[in-house]
C-alpha cells in the first residue's frame, strides 16, 4: 500500500462500496408516476391508462415495506425482507411484535407507526391525467410510460380480472396491441373523519370495456414498450444492507429489543459496546380513563404519511387490524397518508 493512501481508511471506504447498491439502477422515486389525487365525495378525479409488462415480461409485483418519521422529523423507508421471502427474518416486523406485546399505548403507537406494510408497482402508460391541463407541453404526462406504485384496493380490481377465467378480461388489461384495455381511475373522497379528515376511495375504478391500441402500428407500440423499467431491479434498488438496518435500530432505540435474535441471523453490531443517549420518556397515564382514551387515539395516529404515499387511507379506516405476537401476519392496513398537497 501506498504512503499517500490510509489503508485504514481505504478498508472503511472498500466496505462502504460493498455494501453500497449499484446507482446505476432505478431508484425509489425516480420514474414514477405521481400519486393520483382525489376529487370529492360526489365528483371523482378521472385517470386513464394502461398496465403494461416490462421488459422482462413481468406484469407487476407486490412489495412489503416499513416507513415511519424519525425523530427529527425525516422519513425512515426499509424494503422489509420478506418481500423476497414470507420465510426471511425482518429484525423491523419482530419489533413491531415486542412492541405490541409491550401493551402500553406509548409501545402500540410506534408499533403501528413501524408495522409492516403493502404496495404494488408496475408499469403505466398514461392515457388521461387531468393535472397535465395546468402543465407546458414538455411536461404534460400522457402518452408517457411511468412506474405507478397503487394501493391493494387496485390490485384487487386487476386480480378480479386475471383470476376469473370465465367472466374476466385476462391478458387483455396488459395488452398494449388492439385487444388492450385501458383502467379508468375514478378517485372520490370519503366523508370526513372525526379528525375533519377526508380520504382517497378508489371503489367506482374500472376497466375499460372496449378495446383499444397504444398507438397506431406495431413501431410506435415497440417504442412506448422500450421506455418500460425493469421491475423487480426497481424492487431491489430500494433494499439497504444489513448493517444499515442494525444503524437505523440503534438510531431509533430499537436494537437492544431485538438484538439477540438479530446477531443469529447474520446481522453483525459493529460498535457493540457503543450505544446511544437514552430517549427521554414518557410518563405513563395513571388514571385507567385517561389510558383507554389513549390507546383509542393509538388506531388512527395523529402523524401524517409523506407526500408520495398518501392513498390508502380507506383500506386502514376499514379494518385496523391487531398485530399478532409473530409480527408475520399478512396485514393490509397502510401508514396515514397525507392531504393532496
Known sequence: MSKWINKEL????????????DNSGVQRGQNLWPTPQKG?????????????PDPKGKFYKRY????WQAGDESWIFILCPKTHDFKDYCPFCSVTSKLYAGGTSSDKAQAYQIKRKEKFVGNWYIVKDPRDEDKEPDSKMAGKVRLYEFPGKVEQKIKKEVTDKKEGYGVSIFDPGEEGRNF??????????????????????????????????DDKIQAIMDT????????????????????????????DMVADEALKQ?????????????????????????????EEKTTEPEDEGPPWDEDEKTEEKEEVKEETTSGDDDDDALLAELEDL
Open 64 to 67: 412489503y415495506y416499513h416507513m
Open 10 to 21: 481505504f478498508d472503511e471506504f472498500q466496505t462502504e462500496k460493498i455494501e453500497e447498491k
Open 228 to 255: 418500460c423499467t425493469d421491475i423487480e431491479e426497481y424492487i431491489g434498488n430500494m433494499g439497504v444492507s444489513n448493517n444499515k438496518m442494525v444503524e437505523i435500530l440503534k438510531n431509533e432505540f430499537l436494537w
Open 266 to 294: 447474520g446481522f453483525e453490531d459493529s460498535e457493540p459496546d457503543k450505544k446511544p443517549e437514552p430517549k427521554a420518556k414518557k410518563e405513563e397515564p395513571k388514571d385507567e380513563k385517561v389510558e383507554e382514551k389513549t
Open 40 to 52: 370529492s365525495t360526489e365528483n371523482p378525479k378521472v385517470y386513464e391508462g394502461r398496465f403494461i
Open 184 to 217: 379508468i381511475i375514478r378517485v372520490l373522497a370519503t366523508k370526513k373523519d372525526d379528525k375533519g379528515k377526508s380520504w382517497p376511495d378508489y371503489s367506482n375504478s374500472s376497466f375499460a370495456r372496449s378495446h383499444s391500441a397504444l398507438a397506431d402500428d
